[in-house]
C-alpha cells in the first residue's frame, strides 16, 4: 500500500478548474518530484494534500486513511509536514522559536500544566528543545538561532521552515519550491541534504520545483502537471524523455515562461 | 558536542537568561525591595495608588494575553473587571465569604464568561471583534444596574464592603496589609502568565497570531487555543477586578464604565504588546500618569494626558518593554 494515494483530485476556483482529476501515489520513503509550468496546480495540489483546500471532487488517502475532509489541525499529528511557496513563518519569533513551534503536534499539555510548569510539561519541553538544537545543527541554522526570522534572507527562512516542518517527524513532508532564492552552489548542497533528510528521518518526500536539474537528480519518481492534469508520471528520465512534457515546457509561450 | 551542550553553548535571545545566575538573583532582590519599601515609605494615600497601579497591571496582563500575544484585539476588558469585582462584592457583602475564599469563585465566573465571548470572536476577528468586545464593556454597567438583579448587585448604589485584616502576626495595618495582598496575588498571575508564554502554549498563541494557516499545518487547533486564550485573559483581569472591590471597599456601576476598557488598552500598548513585565509598566502608566497630568493643568488634565501619551508612543515605539529589550541588549554587549 502506497503511503500517499491521491485519487481523481479537482480542485474549482469559482469558474477556474486548477486541478482536474490528478491522480498518483507516493511510496514510503520514496522522494517524488512534482513538476510543472507555472499555474499548473502543484500548490493547489498541495493545499489539498495537507487539508487547507477541499477538493471539489476525489480524495487523499494517507497511510491508508482518508484525510480529506478531516480538520487541518489533526494533519501534523498523522505525519503530514510542509513548508509554503511564498514563506509562512511565525514573523515575530525567533529561528528556534518557530522550529519549536513545528513540534507543537508532538506535545500534550495544555494552559494548566505549562502555566503550572508541571513535570510534564517541562519533559515536553527539553525533548522539543534537544531535537530543535539538532535540527538547527543539521541545517546550518544553529549561528542564527536567536535571530528573528524576518531578519533572514529568503534562502535561509526556507531551511527555517524545512527545520520547523521536520521537528515533528513527518512520514511525508511536502516541499514547495524549497530551492526557490537560491544560487548554484546551494542547490547542490539542497539535494545532498534533501536525501539526508530522506535518509535520516526514514520521511518521503513530495518535491515541488522548477529547478528542473535538482528535480531529476533526487527524485526516485516525478510527476508532471500541466493545466491541472496529470501528463506524465514516471522515473525522472521517462518524464525527461516524455513528448506531452517537452511540449508543456518548450511549447506555445504564454504562461509557460518560468520553465527552467 | 551533543544535542543539550550545543544548547548550552548557544547565545540566549531573552534578556533575564542571558543572565548570570547572581545577575537575576540580585535583579529579583532589588524588584522585592522594590516592591515593599513603599510599605513604610509611602502614607496611606499614596500606597493606595500604588496598590491600584499593581491591579490594573495585573488587569492589562490579562487583556495582553489575548490581544498582545494571540491576537484578537479587546476593547472591553473592563466588562471582565466589572465580572470579578462583582463576584467578589456580592459574596462578600450578601454571603460573608472571605476575601480569599472568593477568587476561585470570581476566577472560574471570568474564566467562563470569557470562554463564552470567546466563540463568537472566533468568527469574527480583527476590527468587528474591537467593535463587539467594546459593545460588552458599554453594556455591563448597564446590565449592573438593572432592576432584576438589583437584589444583589445593590443597584446604581452598588455594594460596600470590608478590606482583608491583615493577620495578627503581621505588624500591618490594612491598607499596608491590602497592598501586599494585592502583590501576592498579582506576582503569582505574573509568574504563571510567564510560564504560560514561553512554552508549548505560548508559542502556539503566538504562532496563530502571526499565521494561522502555518500555525493549523503544525497541529494547533486555533478554536480551542483562541477561545481557551479569552478565558484564561478575562480570568486574570476578572481577579484584578475582584482585588480592586476590596482595595475600593465598593463597587458600583459606574466604576467600570467604557473608559475602564480604553485605559487597560493604553496600558497594554504603552507597556508593550505582547509583554509579560511591560504590563506592569502599563499599570503603573495608566494609574499615574493622569494623576501627573492633573497636577500640570487643572483645567485640562485630558490634553495633557493625551500630549503626555502621545509623547510616550513617540519615544517609545515598542512600549516599556521595548526599552527594556534595548538597555538589556546594550548591558550584555558591554559585559560579553
Ligand atoms: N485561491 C485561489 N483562488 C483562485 N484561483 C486560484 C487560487 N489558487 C490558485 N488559483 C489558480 O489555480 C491555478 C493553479 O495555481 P497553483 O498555485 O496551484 O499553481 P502552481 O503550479 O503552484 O504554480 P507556480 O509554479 O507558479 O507556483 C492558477 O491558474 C491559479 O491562478
Ligand atoms: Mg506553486
Redesign the pocket.
Known sequence: MALLEVEEVVVR?GG?T?VAGVSFTVEDRQICGLI?P???????LFNVISGIYRPSDGLVRFAGEVVTGQPRHRMAALGLGRTF?NLALFRSMSVRENVLAGAHAEGRTGFLANALRLPAARREERAAAVQAAQLLALLELDHVAEVPVAALPFGTQKRVEMARALISRPRLLLLDEPAGGLNHGEVDALAALLREVAARFHCAILLVE?HMNLVMRVSDKVVALDFGRKIADGTPAEVRRDPEVIRAYLGDGGGHARAA | MSATDRIAALPLRRPAAGLAAWQRGALLLAGLAAALVPLWLLESFHLFQLTMAVIMALAVLGLNIVTGYNGQISLGHGAFFAVGAYATAILMSHLDWSFWATLPVSAAVCGLVGYGVGFPALRLGGLYLALTTFSLAVAVPQILKHRAIEDWTGGVQGLFLVKPDPPGFLPLNADQWMYCVALIVAALCFLLAWNLIRGRIGRALMATRDHPIAAEAMGMDIAALKTQAFAVSAMITGLAGSLSAVAVEYVAPDSFSFALSINLFVGMVVGGVASILGSLFGGLFVLFVPNIAEAISKAAPGVIYGVLLIAFLYLLPDGFAGLLRRLAARLRRGAG
Not at chain 1, 38 to 44: I, R
Open positions: 476556483f477556474v486548477a510543472g507555472n499555474g499548473a496546480g502543484k500548490t493547489t511557496q522548477h
